[in-house]
């Protein structure tokens, strides 16, 4: 049996190195070597992978300091051993028969390409193979194009003869530098029709870039220093020519706007992509369409004024063309390029609760403080429906309407108690107040390891967003914490409370709540049992919109509880099912689209809930809590992971099945007693900061300047 040397560069990706050194431990293949190259990671990170290095068939090298991608495969090609050499990233997988199929493959060739596959979340691993389609054949256009050297099983022979090496002292482009000697001395590419190799999505490119995340002024400099390294190095060879012209070209298109977005650094990607542009071929650039070869022209005459004019014209051009393919793209054109310009109004206020969903939470709380106490402001609220009334005279604005740009184009204050849309542009002198929905109680943002919401994008658009917020209400000390770290929030934090708790100290709470049961027609006689779950980040329609399969039998529940109590549904907003209670008048009200959930809370004398963050404000009224965990470890290990010991530290009883939850309520007294002293130290912990205030004291830093007491 021939041996693979499979070359892995290791840099500070502890949280993916164990899977990628399982994947190639399982290999069915037997002959392995596999080199290890540490790139001078961070103790903790080479602690790591040191811990895991127990096979004999490892090879571990070590740089003192980090030295480059490049450096490492060079220092790996050096060490290896075997008939062929593969490369592997530390962040990917293999399948596991991925080698013995490509040493099947190969035959008499020097080179066999494998396929890939995008690896975002579990359920990518799984897929079903029609092995008669085993092989395939590639171009080298293709291969050219993907510019990378991952997933090519390549003879050591091939290597040698040809002096295969990485150009060092660059990163993400010197797989390019191994490429063309591939296609330039490979007659034919064979290649596997089966996916061999799994290629991660990073979803962090905050805290944890990988190459292709890192900033486009560094990946321009390394670009141009590859392109004219090869195109010196292989200038004998008309197709290497061509390709690495093609190369420079595309990276040029996709990236022109964002490299010369940075006006502090024009003159510098000024010089750079000109001394790239002076080595093309004369016939690359006449392939290109007109507004291209006009900067294309100006970059080679280094004349840094026309070029900026036609740059000027292209973004233009750029944004009219894409301005005009719908109404909603018109629309945030008409934004950018008008209503942006127009003077900011100080006295504006713009509002929105999930999502324009309904009139709710601390911005219904703030508003209402407004109206109550006259203060002098013009308020609008965001909804989805536009025909919305709401008390007080706000203007009602349809989320997404051109009058919606324009509002949030020149109103001072935004206050949303969401993530604002990444396309809205804060201006100078825009206060924006984000009041958040909740206690954290499962992972938020930069706490969570793997992503496996629908948006891969996630970390860095909430990064990108949260940069916008001036101020961060906080309910809780617990809660400061997590926001500074998961959000990496580094402005105010408020340290008020809720403002949507105020009503749960209000003086008129029974009031309120003998009016809303009026409202809902529930029977004043009954006590109301409310069930608040939250949504599952695997099981959705598609982003934004969730499944929920009702575990509670209700049948039952009226027979057993029917006499003394009714039972309030309400689902979390992201929740796209509907919930069925036919043939359970009187005793089952869907509430889903209640307004606000504290006016629920108030009518209610049990709380059952799951993992949601609606126990955190209801302990506020120091009312029995269930917690119906049915899928709790799924929930707690797979999918987000608790910030909460929540087995010892919930305020009530874990229930993993409907007669559980019937059993508890009908024996609520017990349970009462049972839950009573964990519950003061919940309350404690998470509610103190409550004492009904927390509005006014919001409204009078936030809006009117004055500084009030916060409670750390
Ligand atoms: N909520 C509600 N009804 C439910 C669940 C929640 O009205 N059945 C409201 C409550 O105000 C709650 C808030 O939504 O405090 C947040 O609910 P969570 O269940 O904790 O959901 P969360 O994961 O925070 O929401 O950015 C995405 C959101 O964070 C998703």
Redesign the pocket.
Known sequence: NQRVSIIIPFYNTLEFVEDCLNSVLKQTYSSIEIIVINDGSDSENTRYLESLIVDDRIVYLKNETRRGVAYSRNKGLKAATGEFVFFLDSDDLLTEDAIELLVAQIQEYPVVVGRTKRLLRPSDLEFSVDSSELAAERSKETLFKAGSILNVLIRSEFIKEHHIEFSEGTEGYSDLSAVIPVILHSKDLPSINIPTYYKRVRNDPISNPSLVQRPIDERTHEFITVYKGLRNKYGKYVEAKQYLDQTFLRFYRRQVINIFKDVNRFDEMFDLTASAVKVLNPNSIASQPSHIKKELKQLKNSNKVKFQKALRFHIEAWDFKNAIKGFTRLKRYIYKKVFLKFPLKENYIIFES?LGKNF??SPRNIYEYIIENNLDYQCIWVFNDKNRKIPGNAKIVKRFSLAYYYYFAVSKYWIN???QPLHLVKRDGNVFLET???????K?VFDMKEVYSANPRYKRDFYMQSRAWDYLLSPNRYSSEIFNRAFKFDNEMLEYGYP?NDILYSPKKDEIAERVKETIGIPKDKKVVL?????RDDDYYEPGKYKFQLQLDLHKMKEVLGDEYVVAL??????ADDINVEGLDDFAFNL?K?D???E?YLISDILI??????F??YANLKRPILFFTYDLDKYRDQLRGFYLDFENDAPGPLLRTSDEVIEAIANIETVKKEYASRYEGFYEMFCSWHDGKSTEKVVKKVLLGENSKTNS
Do not use: C, E, Q
Not at 531 to 535: I, S
């Open positions: 999930f709710s939470d108690n969401m993530r958040w929905h909740g206690t954290p109680l499962k938020l949507r069930y608040a779950p939250t949504w309400r689902m979390h907003y992201f929740i889903s209640y606000d959930i504290a629920l809930t799951d993992y949601s963050s609606v955190f404000d």
